[in-house]
């Protein structure tokens, strides 16, 4: 048996194979960001497909750190039970699924929140309107938020967190030169540009106590001029550890006018795939945690051989999921194919008119086929 389909544990919570849903932004949460049926179903369905492990989609742990429409949330108590039904979806088929703690920070949606945008700094160049530096309370604030949001996971069944420090996020803005300008404790050196995520990991650990797994995706490096190295980001993993991280999913780049650099588009062959693995050998080398790798998986034998070398712990996927939720139990039942995305973020366009993340590419294909042949795909 491939090793992929291995069992495996991280701090107690059992997984049934290596395989796990990296969090995204599916554009199905009611307009407070409550749990809906849309969203409950996609996590059920990706419990039924055989994934390991489910991350949601970004959740926003304050009314402030709200990034986009139809965001789920988990800012408050009366979205717990919305949440509940989800876990319970999820843990009926199987599966385990952790709820990521998300704050956007500088990149906030001023027009959804109604407040300026709060930044580790008034960084100039990322976007045209206003955005207000964090006081010392403000940070603490948003500390207390996160640890609060965490113990509404709890409470809702969730089988852990994960802290997103990625994407030009909150914390990820912490972590990065170009957004921290900062002449304080919280800026300069990548000790103290990684103090707020310390803050925020020890307040929820502080909250669910030692045995609740809780995980942190963050960048290998920004790719933006002035942004995090990999150098800086090896020390931020190897604090995370100090102070009891369970996990860390690796990615890279910063969101900026709705793109991620490196681009994710046309992953069209092996050499393409896995794009931030050079760097998690080094994570591997160094930080004692199991490692999660994201970025352009898409042949099993990619991410058999990233796992049989020991370059990561685990495979996480994102868009061939939204495609193929069953993608995890086809490349299980023997058919080795490579996923059926095609890397063209398509999938996105439903999402922002409000219809809820879905592969348009699949679906015009199917529309054409049905046509025999004579549609317009355009």
């Known amino acids: 048996m491939s090793k992929l389909f291995e069992t495996s544990e991280i701090n107690g919570m059992k997984l049934a194979n290596r395989f796990v849903r990296s969090a995204t932004w599916e554009g199905m949460a009611a307009d407070d960001g409550a749990c809906t049926p849309k969203l409950i179903d996609l996590m059920a369905e990706l419990a039924k497909g055989g994934v390991g492990l489910i991350i949601t989609s970004h959740a926003y742990v304050s009314p402030e750190g ?34 990521q ?13 109604g407040q300026t945008p709060i930044a580790p700094s ?18 603490q604030g948003v500390v207390k ?23 030009g996020y909150l914390l990820s803005q912490f972590l990065s030169p170009a957004f921290n300008q900062r002449k304080d404790e919280y800026g300069g050196d990548i000790r103290n540009r990684t103090r707020a995520l310390i803050e925020v ?5 502080q909250v669910v106590g030692k045995d609740y797994p809780v995980l942190v995706k963050m960048n290998c490096q920004d790719f933006i001029e002035n942004g995090l190295q990999p150098e800086d980001s090896l020390q931020a993993g ?84 939204i495609r193929e939720p ?3 139990n086809r490349w299980k039942s023997g058919d080795l194919s490579k996923a059926a995305c095609v890397s063209d973020n398509m999938c996105f366009e439903p999402a922002r008119k409000g219809d809820g993340i879905y592969c348009l ?18």
Request: overall charge negative.
């Open 145 to 167: 938020a996160y640890g609060a949001a965490a113990k509404r996971a709890q409470t809702a069944g969730f089988d852990g967190v994960q802290i997103h420090c990625a994407h």
């Open 238 to 321: 190897k604090m995370l550890v100090e102070n009891g991280i369970d996990a860390i999913e690796l990615s890279g780049g910063v969101l900026i006018g709705g793109k991620l650099s490196p681009s994710r588009l046309g992953i069209k062959s092996e050499e393409k795939e896995a794009y931030f693995q050079n760097e998690a050998r080094t994570f591997t080398r160094e930080v004692n945690v199991p490692l999660i790798l994201v970025g352009g998986n898409r042949s099993f034998q990619v991410a058999e051989r990233i796992v049989n070398e020991g370059v990561a712990d685990y495979i996480s996927l994102c868009r061939p999921l």
């Open 201 to 205: 990991l020890r307040e929820i650990r």
């Open 326 to 328: 069953d993608l995890v």
């Open 122 to 139: 008034n960084a100039e160049g990322f976007a045209k309107g206003p955005r207000k530096e964090m006081n010392a309370d403000e940070i």
């Open 101 to 113: 703690l998300a704050h956007a920070g500088y990149f906030a949606n001023a027009k959804l929140t």
């Open 66 to 99: 709200q990034a986009g429409p139809w965001q789920l949330g988990v800012y408050k108590d009366e979205l717990v039970s919305g949440l509940t039904e989800m876990t319970k979806a999820v843990h009926d088929h199987g599966g385990k699924v952790v709820i």
């Open 361 to 378: 590419t699949e679906e015009r294909e199917r529309k054409k086929n049905s046509e025999g042949g004579m549609g317009n795909a355009e």
